[in-house]
């Protein structure tokens, strides 16, 4: 199992915008914006799913790519495509570590099925 360093789940699963600045290029792994890291950091969604979604550099499957673009896609309100790009990311065939923005490092199965949850609860409270 590899190790990647990304920006999925920025800063708690399903808040807004992330409070913690990352102190190293956390997209090391990847071609800079291809997974939206820098714009979900910024707050701003849309620009991460236009870069998540118009990135041909990245496997449709990768399970950084799938998380962000759930993130994204929940906080726009979106909550149907962004289940089921966190189910996407349960089912991927690939498993990775994921650094997350904070720190901590996660396999990309659990940081799937803890935001899968995570949203589930917020859709039951509304």
């Known amino acids: 199992m590899k190790l990647l360093f990304v920006g999925a789940l920025v800063t708690g699963l399903m808040g807004g915008a992330a409070h913690a600045q990352p102190t190293m290029n956390i997209e090391t792994a ?18 991460a799913v236009s870069q998540i979604l118009t990135s041909a550099q990245v496997s449709r499957h990768d399970p950084a790519k799938l998380l962000n673009l759930g993130r994204a896609y929940a906080r726009m309100g979106r909550m149907e495509e962004a289940s089921n790009m966190f189910a996407a990311a349960m089912q991927s065939r690939d498993t990775v570590d994921l650094v997350l923005a904070d720190g901590r ?12 949850a995570g949203l589930q609860m917020r859709i039951a409270t509304r």
Do not use: H, Q, T
């Open 30 to 47: 990847y071609p800079k914006g291809s997974i939206g890291y820098e714009a979900l950091v910024k707050g701003d969604n849309e620009r």
């Open 105 to 116: 490092v996660m396999n990309s199965k659990d940081a799937a099925r803890k935001a899968y």
